[in-house]
């Protein structure tokens, strides 16, 4: 199990990871902060994005939020390698 803090940004242009605000990995969706569909966004970008299933994804604080807590189960060894790269990327 591994606890991700991100930062994110609905309603935006395109959606995109990379980058970091504050230590926390920066998400970017095009979806609107309404009735949790950007919360639906960030999950899906996300599994995409690291290769995991939406179901291995769980929002564990910041429902309302721009910064959130993620907690992903079943995380494969290299998870942490991959999100530091992730935070590297200019956004």
């Not at 994110?8 to 959606?15: E, F, K």
């Not at 970017?28 to 309404?34: E, L, P």
């Not at 564990?60 to 494969?76: D, F, Y």
Request: charged share 25%.
């Amino acid at each position: 199990m591994v606890r991700l803090p991100i930062h994110v940004t609905a309603s935006a242009r395109r959606n995109h990871v990379g980058g970091q605000h504050d230590g926390a990995l920066r998400v970017r969706v095009t979806a609107v902060a309404d009735k949790g569909k950007a919360n639906k966004a960030i999950m899906k970008l996300l599994a995409k994005t690291l290769g995991l299933s939406i179901s291995q994804f769980e929002i564990i604080s910041g429902h309302t939020n721009r910064r959130k807590v993620l907690e992903i189960h079943e995380a494969p060894d290299n998870l942490a390698a991959t999100i530091e790269q992730l935070q590297q990327l200019e956004s």
